[in-house]
């Protein structure tokens, strides 16, 4: 079993930047681990993904403006989102894929808004 917990989510205002972060209960070393985003009555979509060996995959919305970033020894997984949008207002969910089970955060509130 994996535990995640996000952190750094909050109240920004349009054209400001937050840091999200996802702490990993174990070693996420090998494993593929993502951002998601969920605004109210809309589906989970995928923001970004990032690989075991480094390499990113982002949503078109975010291209450009959200980095994600991994640090193994700490066991973490990072989203860096500048030039924020209020239609970027949703909760975060980071993910982790061990094999087929997806492990998934209780997720961070993030808001943009003058």
């Known amino acids: 079993q994996v535990q995640l917990v996000e952190s750094g989510g909050g109240l920004v205002q349009p054209g400001g930047s937050l840091r999200l972060s996802c702490a990993a209960s174990?070693?996420?070393?090998?494993?593929?681990m993502g951002w998601y985003r969920q605004a109210p009555g809309n589906l989970r979509e995928l923001v970004a993904r990032?690989?075991?060996?480094?390499?990113?995959n982002y949503a078109d919305s975010a291209k450009g403006r959200f980095t994600i970033s991994r640090d193994n020894a700490k066991n973490t997984v990072y989203l860096q989102m500048n030039s924020l949008k209020p239609e970027d207002t949703a909760v975060y969910f980071c993910?982790?894929?061990?094999?087929?089970?997806?492990?998934w955060g209780q997720g961070t509130q993030v808001t943009v808004s003058s």
């Open positions: 174990g070693s996420i070393f090998g494993y593929v």
């Open positions: 990032i690989f075991s060996g480094g390499s990113t």
């Open positions: 993910n982790l894929v061990k094999g087929t089970t997806n492990y």
